[in-house]
């Protein structure tokens, strides 16, 4: 497998005390019978080289190969996943010589090459990949693509910037919220309860107005409603302080308990989430086919990896990628103007309008049957406050490759069935930055994901990081359960599955800035998250 | 001391004494708090410092060195003493590390902060991972009042000790120095910083820093990486450790390394690299290459003194790269904001010309400019006018010189001029169409001594010609005798004679600037001079542009027809040129050498021009120094806001006005007119025990004593000796304060009739509405009305004052200053600065220590003062008047204090003239006697102690910032960060809750405070004398909080104040060009612990911007009348916080001991004349030390008989007071108008970049202030209308929880996108960067995304179709 033979390769000139360029590794593994091209590429190579360059390669598979693959031959997979490698025959042949996302790794020969994780994922196919060959050929299932955008609010902005404007998202909040918890407690308005004679059972939904905990080391607990507000306590003792901890202001909960004897505080007894109810069942493709989950690429700036990036686009191209047929982009398309002081020091393409356009030409990579849809992230050119509308009509003709979807921060995608919110991930900051640390970190971003599912709604909190705008309905909320939560933003990989909804946030494809560094920030970059359609399974590939 | 000089402070003292006496008088009636004088003379430095740390045998030790050394030599001499055990009582070493520390800060900060104490927890020793020892300095927020130069000593002090006791180094983890680096940046920008370090900068130091600085956790926002550390006891940032790191240690390199380098126990090679700012700029990063590039330095000494040259061009660089030059530095221009010009971009052609040399008004970070330039500037620059400068400092105060060269500039008619003369500046300024050179700029020597500097080469200017002449073999002596002559601006004839005769360098008078020429544009001038013709004398060339340019960068006088240029003085041109007077060339191309050509890249003809001229022509100009303008000129009269009469607290009844007669008529449910619940001191009559609130006992009119009585217990208590009351029982603080029903109509009604006055005596008379003081002792309302009478208000002491930019001069002509020879006779001045008698009003006089000259508007306020003082003497203490004084001749001769921002001493000054420029002149010394040591404005604004920050502190934050409105009326939320900065606050409810500004500090809140609502719905609550903005006819007034009525159109306000914060104080912020009406003015209870300030990045950046030299510019001193003080000031007054103290003067120094004064005022030179080798020296970029023993400076003089005088100066002015009274920046109206100056200036003058100024004011003030506001709309809190309730997020009813009212947005859509189509306007006109452009079209699509609704846009016709 190419996976030992890349590793040997280089093993092999190592013994025979050369290094190599990691083309030449990869163009070695390529070549029909490596042993005899590396000992060609040794005998080519001059005597007082110390490490065998491509162009030696070149030189020797020339010589002495001369039906080996060409470099560029198509069709054959760059890449290999743990799963895939049981392929066996083909697999020498399957390297070729392009530059491939485990080239780096190859030549120090001690790491695996296709640096992949798995979540359980099933092998990829590689027969199919073998069946077909370049991308024309190629028979993805155009005809039986199902992509519905919902939640989408992009050219639906009503809100004008009024104080009603910012009530009426509060109580769209609060109502379609509250719908989902009204089952579970009997719920009485805040104005009902402080009529209630003291010691009674009482029940109350509200958002979250304020949350603090008093000398004892109780929690009081401010629900609002349409009515008002009433303070809940929550007993130390209860059990319930860490639920407390992960309450967020203005989110959605219930809370029952009893009525303190003068009727002024509700005691506690349970509190609830409005969350994804465990019997959720995901929905699925009824066939087989893929979605990459990515995020944050980040064009334009300094540190946008575009190696990492090519390689990506290089593999979509080959056979093993033929069911990725969609690609869904949560947010930071480009690096962005002014989004933070001295930027355009740090920004290889200053204007915005050519880091779309570089955008573009690196969309254009991806095959063009692939479905694509994306939304802005905090680093795109629209408004910062969310919900986020899909960008203008100025930046959508520049992004008019693959008849890309381009639509509003956060946005339900149903592709063949299964429902992915994506959202950019803004609110991932404060989440990790307001919980403790095992329930929220930005090295497990899919927790504080957890955390956005159990409130069923993005961005809850108002009024410190998240910037909010306010429209005739909160786009924020969760109504529906979606079977894929996807967010990017805190360029860190990670997923899982919260009540089976599967949550990814995809890394970032680019590499630590100044500023990451200056808060100990390693980003993930350079990996993109597969997704089967139909088991809701998924790969994780690098390429860098 | 000459007898001369003891005569002096004679004289003073005995005046003082007079006053004394009177005072003492007065006082023993016992009608005021304390029966006694409460400002005691204060004893010297050395007893302060040692009753401050209670470290006995400190004051003797100092005493012993003091004289002998700087106070750093000696803080650094007594570490041995601490080491030895001879000073201090300390057997562990970490307490003799301590105490040397402590005593250090005690040392510089002279005494009289509370820095070394509060700010030093604790030093300790803990081990490094190779198992040595090592120290680390505990430090806590309060050190940030020592200073900068403090701090940073004090590290080198623990790491002294440390070598001494050998204790190893700090050798910090990784991650600790990642720790520093990040914790820095999250506390300047929670916080701020005068100075922000780079990441890489902090590191650096981090790394070498040889002990480990500590410190507690001064805020709650926590650093997100490198959390946990072993060593580090807390994830907050600790403000201390910061404090000294960034302020102390970064921005003092220069001066730490000065000590540094005289101890061979302590070598801190590093230092050189934070001077030379390398670090952060090489790619090299993690300070590697760096620390090689220090260590190499420090092990090479032969290299020491080359150092400071590293960050400058090598001086011995290769021949094509041209002269040596000062390295351009942006820094002055960061931050540039909306109205206040650039003068001159970074080292820019035809901007200032350094000369050196120092005017009489002048030397103590100034900048003497001349008047004419001030005018040609549109009349931006006045006396005291503050700029930014690129070197030696970092700030100056202008000053008026016309002894140097004005500035040249050419006329619609295309004549070029040299301007000279301030009138005629004012009579062409109209047809000025470009200043070609704003003319020279004198800095003395001392500034790049105090600054560590290196000298930046000079302008040829008469004074070193002369020198050069001399030691050509000319007899300047006979030649100044000379009637004849004119050596400073001799014939062209002479010039040129003397430059031949005596193989001299031509007279500077006609040295061109060859340097701002090309050798191709030198090359077309001499073929077009030698083309001319010569017609009546007057050379006429063909015009052509290149010619032209070519003599507009020459500074070549000529006046312009269509087609040729006329130039009258063209002789000394053409010889530079290499043509005779025959207009024949000698010279052809191929004579230039090609060293010559190639010089600096042929873009410096100066060798080309020496190659062809028959005499030595030098540089005529090689140092611009770029500046801009930073804080306006300050003269007014400080008033609390709202303006206060009397401390007598009326509560809510007085009205917004705080009317005391309304108080006393207003009439409660019993029918009783002015009876008020009132908290005042509860005060008993020792001899028949009455309770009063009063200092006289009604019944037996014998003074009272406070009364302690424990509240909660009844036990009466006693103060101890420190002045403390605590319970016995209850073991906590009791205070005579306490609630009772006081008669306000009775005591208004009776004080009336103490002092013989009807209420038609004054328009209205202000109380206050509660007391801050602990013991909540009011003073006598009599003082009220008779303030209010003679139109004087009340300092929160009792004392009335008058803020005055400082200005130093040396010496003065009566005539200047409004008064006669005759004055100054009878002040004691007997001769004039060359020893002749003084007989004539406009001889030069030496000025002395302590005299001052009061500004037109100072003097006024002062007769008010003392006919206040003389009214009250005579009407209430029933004695004799004291000043008589008719017209403000009389204020001659009479005493008064000097006092500076944050400082608890006074400074007896004596009034000997006026000016009518907006600032106070006095002797260096005066100035530098009323500081300590590096206390910058903003320094002590965020003292911070255990219940929070100082309210003082907001007011000083206010005053500093109060005297630019425009820029605040512009909204400068011009935080650095795009980034949210989040920072805790607490609402009313105590609750914390995370909120997002810019950078804020926040304080504990005043007993009351003032809100304003509007029109709009937005409110606010400030400090009751907090000042807020009115718009009055267009224009953007100051008023007190609670003077603003209801009615009122207040400009809108910025989104500082928007920011959901809880009491957010802005500061002066509201201004706006869009108005809003004010609706309601209330007074309330404070109901929460801290109120919020904002910092707006203006001050931010000043403070950045300040640096080394901060506390000398534009510093606002006050004024107050001696007997004032002494009659009215008492400490019962003064708010019961900390820091409630700083500002009063609590001692008085009666005469100034020139060494325990600020040293940098030492660092101002006095000699006549400088020597030739500065002028040299200043060509090699060497270090200001290598000349020192040639020039004389005040420190040179210290302790000697000639401390108090013989300061000499290089330059004379005609008038201190010349230029424009008061700067455009004050005159012009609104925030648009200047910047639409600011921006045609910008146009005008050739050595600034118009688009570049656009761009920074986009850059700097728009942009920050669109983006601020826009996050501000997006997670703002609302209030309601109706009932003021505040909510963090929209109450789901809609409406208000609390009343039922109207609930608004704080932020609304017009404080958002005021600024967006101005932004976007300039940024077209002005041709700025795609990528600002860019920036301002996104963010004007983010302002429609989120203001209009998609789906009611008509997008084209077809929507009417």
Redesign the interface.
Known sequence: MPLESNARIAKALAERGYNAEREAVTLLAGATDPAAAVAAAVDCAPDDALRITADHVREAIADTDESAASPDEPGQSPVETEGSGDTGAGGTKAVSGAATTDAIDSTTADSAIADSTTAGSPPADSGTANASSADGDRARGSDLRELEVGNDMT??????????D??TT??DR?ERLSKILRGRVNHRPAEAIADMPGGSDAAMIG?V??V?STKSGHWLIEL??????FPALVMKDKGLADVVDEIL??ECVAVEGTLADDAGILFADSLHFPDVPRTHRPGGADRHVQAALISDVHVGSDEFMADAWHSFTDWLHTPEADPVEYLLLAGDMVE??????DQ?EELEI????EQYEAFAEHLKEVPADTEVVMIPGNHD?????EPQ?GF?DEIREILDVHDAQIVSNPATVSVEGVEVLMYHGVSLDEVI?ELPEEKASYDEPHKAMYQLLKKRHVAPQ????????PEERDYLVIEDVPDVFHTGHVHKLGWGKYHNVLSVNSGCWQAQT?FQK????DPDAGYAPILDLDTLDMTVRKFS | MRPDDERYFARIEERLDEAWDVAETAKEQGRDPEPEIEIPVARDMADRVENILGIDGVAERVRDLEGEMSREEAALELVTDFVDGNVGDYDSREGKIEGAVRTAVALLTEGVVAAPIEGIDRVELLQNDDGTEFVNVYYAGPIRSAGGTAQALSVLVADYARSLLDVDEYKPRDVEVERYAEEIALYDKETGLQYTPKDKESKFIAKHIPVMLDGEATSDEEVSGFRDLERVDTNSARGGMCLVAAEGIALKAPKIQRYTRDLDEVDWPWLQDLIDGTIGKDGAGDGDAAEAEGDADGGDDADEDADPDAAEPEPAADEADGPPRAEPSQKFLRDLIAGRPVFTHPSEAGGFRLRYGRARNHGFATGGVHPATMHIVDDFLAAGTQIKTERPGKAHGVVPVDSIEGPTVRLANGEVRRIDDPEEAKAVRNGIEKVLDLGEYLVNYGEFVENNHPLAPASYAPEWWVQEFEAAGADVRALRDDPHVDLEHPTVDRALDWAREYDCPLHPEYTYLWHDVSVDAFEALADAVAAGEVVEGVLAIERTDAVRDALESLLVEHAATPDALRIPTWRPLARSLGIDDGLRKEWSEADLSTPARGYADGENAIRAVNEVAPFEVRERAPTRIGNRMGRPEKSESRDLSPAVHTLFPINEAGGPQRDVAEAANEMDDTGHRGRHELQVSDRVCPDCGEHTYAALCPDCETHTEPHYECNDCGTVCEPDEAGRVECPNCEWEVTAATYQEVDVNDAYRSALETVGERESAFEILKGVQGLTSRNKTPEPIEKGVLRAKNGVTSFKDGTVRYDMTDLPVTAVRPEELDVTADHFRELGYETDIDGEPLRHDDQVVELRVQDIVLSDGAAEHMLKTADFVDDLLEQFYGLDRFYEVNERDDLVGELVFGMAPHTSAATVGRVVGFTSAAVGYAHPYFHAAKRRNCFHPETEIEYQDDAGWHRKTIETFVEDRLDDPRTDDFGTLVEELDGAIEVPSIDERGNRSTQSVTAVSKHPSQDHLVRIETRRGRSIRVTPDHTMLRVVDGGIQKIAANELEVGDTVPLSPSQQNVPMDAATSTATDGRIKTDEVTSVSFLESDVEYTYNLTVAETHTLAANDLSVSQCDGDEDCVMLLMDGLLNFSKTFLPDQRGGRMDAPLVMSSRIDPSEIDDEAHNVDIVREYPLELYEASRELADPEEVEELIQIGEDTLGTDGEYHGFDHTHDTTDIAMGPDLSAYKTLGDMMEKMDAQLELARKLRAVDETDVAERVIEYHFLPDIIGNLRAFSRQETRCLDCGEKYRRMPLSGECRECGGRVNLTVHEGSVSKYVDTAIEVADRFGCRPYTKQRLKVLEQSLESIFEDDTNKQSGIADFM
Not at chain 1, 518 to 521: A, K, P, Q, T
């Open positions: 050219g639906r902005s009503t809100g004008t910037g009024e104080y009603t910012f009530v509060f109580r609060y958002l107005n304020d603090r609002e409603d349409t009515t008002g507000t202001m203005d962005g103007v002014g989004v933070y002081p355009d200053v204007d915005i309008y050119a629209v408004r910062l406050a509308p203008n930055a108002f009024g410190g990081h998240t910037r909010v705008a100044d200056s808060v100990n920030i």
